[in-house]
């Protein structure tokens, strides 16, 4: 989707999937996720900004995270994030189905 994207991330660790919590707690890797986000986020924001020369790029705040606990459920979401695209036309946030700019426009 060109307003947002999905990720399956994958952290070894025996916790994770047992607790409530998305990312083990109480040991050194706790917020793992959280800095993997943060790292994803910030090295992409510098990317896009010297790339479209200062473009005013800007990620929404936090993230939204969901524990795959089976193999059904990563099945799911993976034919979800491989038909999600499809959304773009009817999605609220698409300004083109608002203005006539062709789809392939760069801003």
Do not use: A
């Not at 660790?13 to 917020?31: D, Q």
């Not at 910030?42 to 005013?56: A, D, E, P, Q, V």
């Not at 795959?68 to 099945?75: A, D, G, H, T, V």
């Amino acid at each position: 989707m060109p307003n947002h994207i999905h990720e399956i991330i994958v952290i070894h660790n025996k916790m994770v999937g047992k607790e409530y919590y998305s990312v083990p707690t109480g040991n050194k890797h706790y917020g793992l996720l959280s800095k993997i986000i943060k790292s994803f986020k910030h090295t992409c924001s510098k990317i896009i900004r010297l790339n479209f020369n200062n473009y005013r790029f800007q990620y929404q705040r936090s993230f939204y995270d969901h524990i795959i606990r089976n193999q059904e459920s990563l099945n799911k979401i993976r034919k979800y994030i491989r038909e999600n695209p499809t959304n773009w036309d009817s999605d609220k946030n698409n300004l083109n189905k608002y203005r006539s700019i062709p789809t392939d426009s760069v801003f």
